[in-house]
């Protein structure tokens, strides 16, 4: 395709409730959106970095700023595959998020074009997924059984409960006391070191379906040593960011199952050979969350419609974050949601709910106009 331009928008969009992690809180949804150009029609990302750096060194004033600076300018003139531009993006290091946001939003755009739903070119093979919820850190334990007794209700699959140092078995025994036999998997983001794997252990008295992230992310030895000391089998999320990082992780056995989270990895197309590669290999997968407007939930419900994503993954309805999403909202029907089946991603941003949110926006053309704000 021929890109013309890219406009790269920073939104605010406030939460329903607080959702706090042992990163932090978060009230209100700050992100940046990719809207690519071309001469056959446009198409949208969305970049999964938050406001501050938490969760990892990207967050979204440096996403922007890269985007407009360095990302887009890369990208030149010329007619443009989008499985050109991760290659094209490749000599500058990181920001993988920021990268995701841009391939995806030229990969919707082409095929908006061609008229060929993503779910269809990334080879999914169902027309709903099944659908789970991550539930934050709490106040009080009276208070997490609350939530999780709604979600249930709402229908969700799968309850995710967010631990960290003090928090850890009395609510998660309280949850499993109280609901029984559901399916119940926990969340540490990073928190805990190797002198926390006898702690660790503690939690296969709970028949958790996995536990998530448990040790910092650069430490695949320490996961190795966790997952030969305990039955609860290991999940990894910050770990993993790219499908060289998998494979070395499945090798040295340091988990058992995979959370792709796409901006996490670089894209939708790196998340399809994380996918593969785990496929061969035997080892499950599911589709994380990053608190999405309904852009980047379209896309997440497109990934987890392929085969090997046999778990039920955090791409939770759109009330489960916002009153009034930036797309037609995403419902769960029968703890379940239907993969769009429109071209690209399948959904547009409703123009006036995106100004509404919006705090700032550039244009970068790449067809010889000036770039400038707007």
């Known amino acids: 395709m021929k890109l013309e331009g890219v406009e790269i928008r920073t939104i605010r969009m406030p939460l329903v409730s607080p959702f706090r992690t042992s990163f932090g809180t978060e009230t209100v949804r700050e992100a940046v959106l990719v809207r690519a150009v071309g001469a056959d029609g446009e198409g949208w990302g969305e970049c999964g970095a938050s406001a501050l750096p938490l969760y990892s060194s990207e967050y979204t004033p440096a996403a922007a700023a890269v985007l407009s600076e360095v990302l887009v300018p890369a990208l030149g003139g010329e007619d443009l ?12 290091k990181g920001h993988r998020q920021a990268k995701a946001a841009l391939e995806t939003a030229i990969l919707d755009a082409d095929l908006r074009a061609r008229d060929v739903p993503l779910s269809y070119h990334l080879g999914a093979v169902k027309d709903r997924v099944a659908c789970g919820v991550s ?19 709402d229908g969700y699959v799968r309850i995710k409960l967010k631990i960290e140092h003090g928090w850890d078995l009395e609510p998660v025994r309280a949850v499993r006391e109280r609901f029984g036999d559901i399916l119940l998997q926990v969340d540490a983001n990073a928190a805990y070191g190797r002198a926390d794997i006898e702690h660790l252990a503690k939690l296969d008295a709970f028949d958790l379906s996995l536990l998530e992230q448990p040790l910092s992310a650069d430490d695949l030895g320490g996961h190795a040593m966790l997952a030969r000391r305990i039955g609860t089998p290991i999940c990894l999320d910050e770990s ?88 037609p909202p995403f419902r769960l029907e029968d703890g ?31 067809a010889g106009a000036a770039a400038g704000a707007c």
Do not use: Q
């Open 81 to 92: 595959d989008p499985h050109r531009v991760a290659g094209i993006l490749s000599p500058f």
């Open 240 to 327: 993993i960011l790219s499908a060289e990082h998998a494979a070395h992780a499945i090798e040295l056995g340091a988990c058992c199952i995979v959370n792709i989270k796409p901006g996490r990895v670089g894209g939708y197309l790196e998340s399809r050979r994380i996918h593969d590669l785990c496929v061969a290999h035997g080892v499950p997968v599911w589709c994380g969350g990053m608190l999405e407007t309904g852009i980047g939930r379209a896309a997440n419900l497109a990934l987890a419609a392929l085969p090997g994503f046999t778990l039920p993954g955090d791409t939770s309805a759109s009330e489960r974050y916002y009153e009034t999403d930036l797309t």
């Open 135 to 153: 539930v934050g850190i709490t106040p009080t334990i009276p208070a997490l059984l609350d939530a999780v007794d709604g979600y249930l209700a």
């Open 336 to 366: 379940h949601m239907t993969v769009p089946t429109g071209p690209g991603i399948g959904v547009t941003p409703d123009a006036a709910v995106l100004d509404e949110v919006t705090v700032s926006r550039a244009w970068i053309p790449l």
